[in-house]
């Protein structure tokens, strides 16, 4: 019975993956302008319908859904990939001044330009744009195809998880949310950013961690950190799981192996093993001196910014004498801007130490049933106090506040409070309009992590009083 609904279901799947190709296939002549021919918009849309299709034979195998429920949540993924195709084509200055640039030096250098440092992303993207360089199809359309596949793919890893710390019956709501929310809509496939590559990496740690199967969960980790600084906003929930023992030091060995082996293309390629390793150490060196915060809902947008044409104004410094009124943030010079920028970088530092000092000195009050808490806590409270912080960066709180939301249903407007906060921190460099004023939406995010702190330590107030006891709840 089990096995024919599966297969009925794989057929049906197939069946909506072909009318998809098909349907992708006419728009992307109509819509796409770097389209050619009809060969290159058969090719590109079999790309993406295979895309499709794949999460639809894995969303059959993982949940065994009804027939109805299939034919729902294919229409929806179907509708949210055509919401995707139709952004194809919105080109961004990213683009224009470093991905497309970074393509060429592959396309004439070939593999040996693993050897030196193409662009400032680590060596794993930039495999990717190598390929991207050899496919003779628009390499836009492939930069975002990388992130619409993981799109989907950190949709499924989010119904996995959901399943795990709500319930069954929050996996399905969790996988179309995921699918449809504004954030991961405009990051990928408008944006041709990759956010949702290391954040799926990242979901999977935390399942598999969830599910007791650490090595797992640190090479997974260990992807996730080879392909984006930004991992390390999970990295304090690794040092509660060391200090539960949930790690061990195989774990460890296995994280240093797996991020070694990502690097093997650029040593064969002669790339020195130092230079390899300390990628990132290049990459926040000498970049970004012009403000506090970019666009980033976070501590620094009540603080000023030298004059940009994304750049807001800070009204109530007009008060304050020897400002100019009538002008925006005259007082502020490039000179300064660096040494604000270290100024905050050491009480950012501070704050950190505190915080991680805090919890470390009440590790036992903080059990592994808290582990999504203390990653939503970390996933919103780093990039908040940091400076120089991108708007994308609250990308994994935007998806671990959906399952905290699934988790706890007296949270659930969480998501409208820090996936909107970040959708609307997106507008002003997608459209160069400020509808909000920046600092309400720094405040949503403020009031986000203040609930998510409050939550945490009545937990651990709970915990504390059950051991204070001696009783069975401890």
Not at 175 to 195: E, H, K, N, R, S
Not at 336 to 360: K, S, T
Not at 375 to 384: D, Q, S
Request: with cysteine; glycine share 6%.
């Amino acid at each position: 019975m089990e096995d024919n609904r599966r297969r009925r279901g794989m057929l049906l799947a197939l069946g909506m993956t072909l009318a998809l190709f098909a349907v992708q296939a006419v728009l992307m002549r109509g819509w796409l302008s770097c389209i050619s021919g009809a060969g290159q918009a058969l090719a590109l849309s079999a790309l993406f319908a295979l895309v499709y299709g794949g999460t639809m034979a894995a969303f059959v195998c993982l949940e065994r859904p009804k027939t109805g429920t299939l034919v729902f949540t294919g229409v929806f993924a179907a509708v949210t990939m055509l919401a995707r195709v139709s952004m194809l084509d919105f080109v961004t200055a990213d683009y224009i001044s470093f991905l497309t640039k970074w393509v060429d030096m592959f396309r004439e250098g070939g593999f040996h330009m693993l050897a030196e440092n193409v662009g400032d992303y680590n060596l794993l993207y930039q495999y990717f744009l190598l390929l991207v360089s050899k496919v003779p199809l628009h390499d836009l359309y492939l930069i975002k195809l990388l992130t619409v596949l993981f799109d989907y793919l950190l949709a499924l890893a989010m119904m996995r998880a959901a399943g795990r710390f709500a319930g069954e019956k929050a996996a399905l709501p969790v996988f179309l949310t995921v699918m449809a929310l504004p954030t991961a809509l405009l990051d990928g496939a408008c944006w041709a950013q990759c956010d949702s590559v290391y954040v799926f990496f990242i979901v999977m740690s935390l399942y598999f961690l969830e599910t007791d199967r650490p090595m797992r969960s640190a090479i997974f980790l260990s992807v996730a950190f080879a392909f984006k600084l930004q991992t390390i906003f999970f990295f304090p929930v690794v040092l509660l799981g060391l200090i539960h023992k949930r790690y061990r030091l195989r774990d460890a060995l296995a994280f240093f192996a797996a991020y070694i082996v990502t690097m093997l293309p650029a040593l064969i390629a002669g790339r020195p093993f130092l230079d390899a390793l300390s990628v990132y150490a290049n990459q926040s060196m000498g970049q970004y001196y012009d403000r506090l915060s970019y666009n980033a809902p976070n501590l620094y947008l009540f603080f000023p910014m030298l004059e940009l044409a994304s750049s807001q104004e800070f009204t109530w410094m007009r008060y304050i004498d020897g400002i100019d009124g009538e002008g925006t943030n005259g007082f502020l010079n490039p000179d300064l801007m660096p040494d604000l920028q270290h100024a905050a970088l050491y009480a950012c530092v501070i704050l950190v130490l505190i915080a991680v000092l805090y919890w470390l000195l009440h590790w036992r009050e903080i059990t592994p049933d808290m582990t999504l808490e203390f990653a939503l806590f970390f996933a919103i409270f780093l990039p908040f106090v940091m400076p120089k912080i991108h708007e994308r960066y609250f990308y994994l709180a935007d998806m671990l506040s959906i399952l905290y939301a699934a988790r706890h249903p007296r949270r659930r407007f969480m998501p409208l409070l820090v996936a909107g906060a970040s959708l609307m921190c997106y507008v002003p460099y997608l459209t160069r309009q400020r509808p909000v004023d920046e600092r309400v939406l720094a405040l949503m995010m403020l009031a986000a992590l203040v609930i998510v702190s409050r939550d945490l330590l009545a937990r651990m107030r709970e915990h504390r009083a059950a051991l204070a006891k001696g009783g069975e709840a401890a």
